[in-house]
């Protein structure tokens, strides 16, 4: 069955860091979620992603935050100065543009911000 | 704004017994509802969708209803297993234009052997 993929599973970093989280969605979905989730606490939305450009952001996805299609299987976020308040599990989600729009979610990166 | 309650937030039943998870929100214009699991330290998994249209969903021993009007939804899953131990969230959809998922804070399940 097809499936979302995430890597790295775990990424430790300095503050002030830039990461690169990478997921590939599923091949023929054409919309594209991250959301995240900080220890403890419910999971949220962040950024989604249509037709090679963001559709729709939170308020959390400030300008640290970008989010990158660079092929036609990558789906990436980017943030560009890590802060310890970062430090979450973070999740790519994907759906097709038909049907239920059922999401579904990768198994995460867990971000790691010293 | 859309906000998701899950009641209680952990729950422990001994091995056979029925489980019943509850899911309110408070604004009803929804497009769907989502059931996700989630072990621990892990993704979500998706358990069933239900459109707002539908009263309920089922899927093997899970049963998922909806009333959208009260703003609740209830995940039945029958004769439990130490294997459904897990967490397990909703989430909803908006009807207004917009894809993102708001979720509740999930209820942590024990099935005892």
């Known amino acids: 069955e097809p499936e979302v993929t995430q890597t790295p599973s775990h990424q430790v970093t300095q503050m002030g860091q830039e990461v690169i989280l990478r997921c590939v969605p599923i091949s023929n979905h054409l919309y594209f979620y991250w959301y995240r989730q900080i220890l403890g606490q419910k999971v949220e939305f962040l950024v989604s992603?249509?037709?090679?450009?963001?559709?729709?952001k939170s308020e959390i996805f400030d300008d640290q935050f970008s989010v990158e299609r660079p092929d036609g299987s990558n789906f990436t976020l980017k943030i560009r100065s890590t802060k310890l308040e970062d430090s979450a599990m973070y999740f790519c989600?994907?759906?097709?543009?038909?049907?239920?729009?059922?999401?579904?979610f990768g198994p995460g990166t867990r971000l790691t911000v010293t | 704004k859309q906000e998701v309650t899950q009641i209680p937030a952990a729950l422990s039943v001994p091995e056979g017994e029925n489980l019943v998870l509850n899911c309110s929100f408070t604004?009803?214009?929804?497009?769907?509802l989502q059931w996700f699991r989630q072990d621990p330290g892990k993704g979500l998994t998706s358990l069933l969708l239900i459109q707002s249209s539908q009263r309920e969903q089922t899927s093997g021993r899970l049963n998922a209803s909806l009333d959208k009007s009260s703003g609740r939804s209830t995940l039945y899953i029958a004769a439990s297993q130490p294997g459904d131990s897990a967490t397990y969230l909703c989430a909803v959809r908006p009807l207004a234009a917009g894809n993102k998922l708001t979720f509740g804070g999930g209820t942590r399940v024990l099935v005892k052997p």
């Open positions: 989600a994907s759906r097709t543009t038909f049907g239920g729009y059922e999401q579904y």
């Open positions: 604004d009803s214009a929804i497009y769907n």
């Open positions: 992603f249509y037709n090679n450009e963001i559709s729709e």
